[in-house]
């Protein structure tokens, strides 16, 4: 009878021990979160393109998706409108003495990747296609709403 209580006991302890080393990691945030920025940035051919780019991140603060939205004026008429979903990063530059994010939207894709870096708390600014600031008198940075 010792042996069958002593086998029990052994056998549950192993079992405990097995169950609490497989902890889940917890949420950061319970909720997904969004962070929205807009602005207007500097068209060629057109008055501007008024620009809304919507970075969501998962429960665990990770980088999950993003939803760009630019519309294309002509005057103070929407000429064309555009949107765009898939994936984004983000990642630590260093500039100079400063550490920097960048976000990356379509990281998977070359031809369609945009890069922002955020450089102030409350902004972020369109970067060139070879992760560049651009070199202009025009605004390419769009505000946290």
């Known amino acids: 009878m ?3 209580f002593a086998a029990a006991v052994l056998g549950s302890a192993i079992l405990v021990t097995g169950c609490q080393s497989q902890q889940t990691e ?3 945030n319970p909720t997904a979160q969004k962070i ?3 602005g207007m940035l500097p068209c060629a051919d057109c008055s501007g393109i008024r620009t809304t780019l919507t970075l969501y991140r998962d429960q665990y603060d990770n980088p999950s998706r993003f939803e760009l939205r630019e519309e294309y004026l002509s005057g103070s008429k929407v000429e064309l409108s555009a ?3 898939g994936s984004w990063e ?3 530059r ?3 003495n400063m ?3 960048v976000y ?3 990281p998977d894709d070359p031809d369609a990747d945009r890069q922002y870096i955020k450089d102030a708390v409350n902004a972020i600014e369109q970067l060139d296609q070879n992760g560049n600031r651009i070199e202009s008198n025009m605004n390419y940075r769009l505000l946290l709403k």
């Open 36 to 38: 929205i920025y807009s």
């Open 2 to 4: 010792k042996t069958y």
């Open 94 to 96: 260093l500039q100079g």
């Open 99 to 101: 550490e920097y994010d």
């Open 83 to 85: 949107s765009e979903r």
């Open 90 to 92: 983000s990642e630590k």
């Open 104 to 106: 990356t939207i379509n």
């Open 26 to 28: 917890e949420p950061i």
